[in-house]
């Protein structure tokens, strides 16, 4: 396959340029709502694509923020392939650029987002739209599909999961260095809350503290919860682990704790679920602190899929081989963070990731992307469907 031409790159990069400059921020979920996060970059990529000769449909999670999926209506492919990436951003506090400048220097495209993930969104829409116009066809129905909220816990994936849209396959876009990705951890997170009794300080044997207990319960964590979890292992993603990221606790410098609060990170492998995770550290940590069992519960446990394809499935394989001739990779990677494959795996599709960038460049207050990359990601991604054009990339 011909490397792009210029004109294709320089209208590449306008197509990234113009997300990168749109602010689609999303801090928190609430804030989010109030300020419709996505609602302008949601109705830009609606025209792009309705001008690229797409069918588009919004699906509405909140007022003002609706996923986007979009496809040619004139397809005829007995399956389906999806590529798609979420279009809000982590905030912009402390960035010590411009965020919404989507200047080039350097070889660099900078900005929120240019990175994670609108560079794969970029990718995405500009490898389709090189295709159709040179008059491309493909043998699968080829979905283009934008959602919002995954920086908040891929919110917008499991809304358009449960609107019941499917498709059989997806290349899920996030900074994966232009390799192909086949598995990542899922994560629990959850508060753990130990309570106690309140007491005066001078008197502390007439209460019970509940920063003590926590003391304990943090022990436990470190010492028999995280080796229980290392005992499991896969051979692209480690072990799972855990983490207590915040504490919490007391009411005054003269009383005796009556309640102490932290937040556990746990990271799984494929195959666990996240209600099971919680399960097993409640169950083990009663069992090893048997004097406080009554006094610790669970509350605010969110659970994120992890996700995995068959490294030799006829997916993986086909991508691979793209990979392989034009970066050489020869292995499937796998990546410790979630995303949006979570939902979409649990709801039965064939997920992987890729796009240009690098997650260490994700959120940064310097954010940019490598043009280098995201040209070579296009160029992939027209490859597998230059490959594809008479033979799905599931057979």
Known sequence: MSKLTDPQKASSVEILQDLVRIDSTNESRERSNERRAEERIIAHLAGLCRRMGMSVDLHEVW????????????????????????VDTVGVGGMTIEPFCGDVRDGKLWGRGSCD??????TFLSALRIARERGGRFADKIHLIATIGEETGCQGATALMESGFRVDACVVGEPT????????????????????VASHTAMPDQGRNAIYAMGRAIGFVEQQFAPSLAERTHPLLGTPTVAVSMVSGGRAINIVAPRCEASVDCRFLPGQRYEDVARDFKRRLEAALPGDADAFELAEIEGHAAMEADPDGPLVRNLLAGCRDLTGQNDPKGVFYFADSGPFSQAGIQCVLFGPGDIAHAHKAEEFLELDQYFLAIETTLYWLDRHADRSMLA
């Open 117 to 122: 993930a609108k560079g794969s969104l970029a």
């Open 63 to 86: 007022p003002g923020r609706s996923n986007l999926t979009a496809h040619w209506p004139d397809q005829q492919g007995a399956r389906s392939v999806a590529f798609q990436a979420h």
């Open 177 to 196: 260095r232009c390799e192909l990705v086949t598995a990542h951890k899922g994560a629990l997170w959850f508060k753990l809350i130990a309570n106690g």
